[in-house]
């Protein structure tokens, strides 16, 4: 792993072997206590990873409309790993939030606002001084309808950066295939360490809806 390049994404090959197990947690967020492994009917979920997940999080969990919230690891090879491997750059997962959201209340656009300004969508395998294929900017989604909603947010949000002079979304928009939850500590770590480190750092351009 010396010498190994995060800001590139591994092969299938190159990728750690991972494990069986997954992460043992408890279940419960620690702001309202809702289980964050459930996927209650009516609602909807998202899997977005915008940087370092602890601000994420706590960005999504205080919207309106949103009911849960959880950290983990997606869009990569690496089953159950651990946030060290991750942060090699050879699991090929980005650190991510799995946003559960009643969309009677907010609407997958909305929240899709609310991802676009938090971060700046342009800066490739980074976000600010965090920098490694883990901290790049995804849209994992569950169906076609969920693609063509983040297809359309993403074309209309680039419009925006680029006539107030800024470069070319860099964001992936893929199918999530499997979703992995960080370990304990890391579950609604803001609300746990308040005076914690939070990266998230927009552009400053307005996303349209």
């Given amino acids: 792993m010396?010498?190994?390049?995060?800001?590139?994404?591994p092969s299938a090959e190159e990728a750690l072997a991972g494990r069986e197990t997954p992460m043992p947690i408890s279940g419960v967020h620690h702001v309202n206590d809702r289980d964050i492994t459930a996927a209650p009917e009516g609602l909807d979920d998202i899997v977005l990873g915008l940087g370092c997940f602890w601000g994420a999080e706590r960005l999504f969990w205080q919207l309106p409309g949103v009911r849960v919230t959880a950290v983990g690891y997606a869009g990569g090879y690496t089953p159950n790993p651990t946030y060290d491997e991750?942060?090699?750059?050879r699991t090929g997962h980005a650190e991510v939030v799995r946003v559960v959201f009643d969309p009677s209340e907010i609407s997958l656009a909305e929240l899709l606002k609310t991802f676009w300004e938090a971060h700046d969508p342009t800066q490739g395998m980074r976000q600010g001084n965090d920098i490694g294929n883990e901290y790049r900017s995804v849209i994992l989604v569950h169906n076609e309808q969920q693609r063509e909603i983040a297809r359309k947010s993403l074309e209309e949000y680039e419009q925006a950066l680029k006539q107030s002079g800024k470069g070319a979304i860099t964001t992936q928009i893929a199918s999530l295939e499997v979703f992995y939850y960080a370990e304990e500590y890391h579950q609604q770590y803001l609300?746990?360490?308040?005076m914690g480190y939070c990266g998230l750092k927009g552009t400053g351009v307005s996303c349209p809806i």
């Fill in 86 to 89: 991750v942060c090699t750059g």
């Fill in 2 to 9: 010396l010498g190994y390049d995060r800001t590139r994404m």
């Fill in 191 to 194: 609300s746990k360490n308040p």
